[in-house]
């Protein structure tokens, strides 16, 4: 990426997700940061294990809870500690089911559970909130950085045509609204930060895998697939994209 140097620092949040731990191997081989943080709640994975093995310090692996509000805080401590800069920060995480708490798509509105609901908010919404409460701080400097969160088409209202998913939908467009929230609030206070949501259109990962069958041919995207688009679009954007919603491809999507 030729917009982060050797003196460049990114935190990827959801390391040991499909797409995360694919961007976190191509910041490593495609960018001279100095060091990516993989914050994820596995940071000893076989694959971040490697990557650090392979990387030395350049790699980070690096424990957080995400639903867990001191966990976030005490990541963020830890980057402050060791360098009170973040020239990248990518939210790399999310929730669309999870059969052992019963959360499914609903395609009925009397398929709502209100602990599935909570739940999803608290994943898609709630923990990206508060990863930039605390993290603002260190992206707020005197050169470019980038908040980016990986939402989804799903939550654009505009282009909402098949209705249900109600949990996954609606708990992603609240994330768009704190990305674009966040993005008005930096042009006062941040000038230098780029808020961005990302959707990495399908990609084969343990969240799309139940729905894989249904993708058009050529339309299901591997996770390096995916994390290279994104990080392309990334690295390109200005100031006049911040709080903008994009596409894989870079196309805007409607809110």
Do not use: M, N
């Given at each position: 990426m030729e917009t982060l140097d050797h003196d460049s620092n990114v935190l990827v949040v959801g390391a040991s997700g499909g797409i995360g731990a694919a961007l976190v191997e191509q910041l490593l081989a495609g960018s001279s940061a100095r060091r990516?943080?993989?914050?994820?709640?596995?940071?000893?994975?076989?694959?971040?294990?490697?990557?650090r093995e392979a990387y030395g310090e350049r790699c980070m692996p690096l424990a957080v809870d995400i639903l867990d509000e001191a966990s976030i805080a005490a990541m963020a401590a830890t980057l402050r500690a060791d360098q009170p800069r973040l020239h990248l920060l990518i939210n790399a995480f999310g929730l669309l089911h999870?059969?052992?708490?019963?959360?499914?798509?609903?395609?009925?509105?009397?398929s709502i559970s209100a602990e599935g609901m909570l739940t999803s908010y608290r994943v898609n919404t709630l923990a990206p909130a508060?990863?930039?409460?605390?993290?603002?701080?260190l992206l707020n400097h005197s050169q470019r950085a980038v908040f980016a969160s990986l939402s989804a088409r799903v939550g654009s209202i505009g282009d909402n045509r098949l209705g249900g998913w109600y949990a996954y939908r609606t708990s992603k467009a609240a994330q768009n609204m704190?990305?674009?929230?966040?993005?008005?609030?930096?042009?006062r206070r941040a000038r230098r930060v780029i808020c961005l949501a990302?959707?990495?259109?399908?990609?084969?990962?343990?969240?799309?895998?139940?729905?894989?069958?249904?993708?058009?041919?050529?339309?299901?995207?591997?996770?390096?697939?995916?994390?290279?688009?994104?990080?392309?679009?990334?690295?390109?954007?200005t100031t006049a994209d911040n709080g903008g919603f994009y596409a894989w491809d870079g196309s805007p999507i409607p809110w």
């Open positions: 990516v943080w993989a914050a994820t709640r596995t940071p000893d994975s076989p694959r971040l294990t490697a990557l999870d059969e052992a708490q019963g959360i499914w798509p609903e395609k009925r509105v009397e508060l990863i930039a409460r605390e993290c603002l701080g704190l990305t674009r929230d966040l993005a008005i609030e930096c042009t990302l959707h990495p259109g399908t990609t084969r990962t343990d969240l799309s895998e139940p729905f894989q069958a249904r993708v058009p041919e050529g339309k299901l995207f591997t996770p390096a697939f995916a994390a290279g688009k994104l990080l392309t679009r990334i690295d390109a954007a």
